[in-house]
């Protein structure tokens, strides 16, 4: 069961869904996608109308989506396993949690504010600071107050959207002065449910290497990862999304270390069928901690598919049919690249742009797999761009995680 909705959806994923017939929720945008796929000739989508798309959502579930694992180990006494559902947006939770059963909207909400994730997963690092604030709260705290160096994000957030790294006092009244001047903006491009201007954690900042990981919980609850990428900065104040990489020695390196420690996760939050995009940091000693669980889909915008440009397979494709990846095979041949995604942001502060030059950019990389635009004068990105690079061109990465993009801008 796939919910198709905006900001953005890949031609890959429709090009699966449709190739599978896979249930898809008949909403304004899957018809939408539907239609034009027609129109070119090509198969059109397994359109569900809502009541009978919200009735399979609950029938199939029985009442353990989120089950306490102490009680229920496992797919306990043949209860029935929950559908498996994949959203391509957050847009879409607010329609779930409506339709769902109580069981999955616990299981979302578990998820979804961090806050309350950190509260469950607290018996994993008993020491780690956090701080859930509302919004008058947040912006009444003196700097005196804080544990620096520390993180203020959204307890419920997205995309890097309003989160400030606090080092000084001058960080800190620069990270409420933005925050005001900003809500307005999130609140007209997202719903609540996927940015929360009014709920805002405070926390520990993790030092260690960053990830972003797709991830689902089978039907037994364990672990089945679909992809690993490191996602890269420019130094300890950035917290863009510009640049994440994959390799088959990062999946060597860390593939069993992370399914453990999502295994141990999970034995805390008892998912099952469930997919997540996970952002987390490894410390050198090991230490893993979560910075966000991502429900009911993998990697935002559909920026999903780099599994497909690097690897040759759908992630979701990996969750909506309860396979697993076979990494043995997969990372043959692969070795000395770096499969890449990046966002192309817009800078803070950015000027009226007249168009933006999306060849002059991709003329800057050895082999572009996939370069999608996007309309920037109503989302802050120009796009999104795919590439392998040979590790020893690497340069053509240092070079673009520090460019404002404007060198490309039509202004």
């Known amino acids: 069961m796939i919910i198709l909705d905006q900001p953005y959806v890949s031609p890959e994923l429709l090009a699966y869904a449709a190739a599978r017939q896979e249930p898809v929720l008949d909403n304004y945008m899957a018809r939408a996608c539907s239609t034009e796929r027609k129109m070119q000739g090509r198969q059109g989508l397994n359109l569900v109308p809502e009541a009978r798309f919200a009735a399979m959502l609950r029938g199939g579930q029985g009442q353990d989506y989120s089950q306490d694992l102490d009680q229920n180990p496992g797919n306990a006494h043949g209860a029935a396993d929950p559908p ?116 805002w954690l405070l926390e520990e900042y993790i030092d260690g290497d960053e990830y972003a990981v797709d991830v689902y919980f089978d039907q037994d609850g364990q672990a089945v990862i679909c992809n690993i990428l490191r996602h890269e900065f420019t130094g300890d104040d950035d917290v863009s999304d510009r640049l994440y990489y994959s390799s088959a020695s990062i999946i060597h390196e860390r593939l069993a270390e992370f399914e453990n420690w999502f295994n ?102 050895a082999k572009v797999l996939c370069l999608r635009r996007n309309d920037y004068t109503r989302y802050g990105l120009f796009g999104f ?24 801008a039509v202004i």
């Open 84 to 199: 498996r559902l994949y959203t391509c947006s957050e847009n879409s939770l607010a329609w779930v949690t409506e339709h769902c059963s109580p069981a999955l909207a616990e299981a979302i909400a578990k998820l979804k504010n961090k806050a309350l994730t950190r509260e469950l997963l607290r018996p994993l690092d008993p020491d780690y600071y956090y701080r859930r604030l509302g919004l008058a709260e947040m912006q009444a705290l003196p700097f005196e107050a804080l544990r620096t160096p520390c993180v203020l994000k959204p307890a419920v957030g997205f995309f890097s959207l309003g989160v400030y790294r606090v080092g000084d006092a001058q960080d800190w009244h620069a990270a409420k002065s933005a925050i005001a001047a900003e809500a307005e903006r999130w609140a007209a491009q997202y719903p609540q449910s996927v940015v929360d201007g009014n709920d």
């Open 385 to 408: 761009l795919f590439t392998e690079t040979p590790e020893s061109q690497r340069e053509e990465l240092d070079r673009i995680v520090r460019s404002d993009l404007l060198e490309f």
């Open 264 to 365: 141990r996760v999970n034995a805390l939050l008892g998912l099952r069928n469930f997919p997540a995009h996970v952002e987390l940091r490894r410390h050198a000693s090991g230490r893993i901690l979560p910075i966000e669980f991502n429900p009911l889909r993998f990697a935002g915008w559909c920026s999903t598919d780099v599994s497909l440009f690097a690897w040759g397979f759908h992630s979701y494709g990996c969750f909506l049919e309860g396979t697993k990846p076979d990494w043995k095979n997969i990372l043959k041949g692969k070795e000395g690249r770096l499969y890449t995604l990046m966002a192309l942001n817009k800078p803070a502060n950015c000027p009226p742009i007249h168009g933006f030059d999306y060849e002059a950019l991709a003329q800057r990389f």
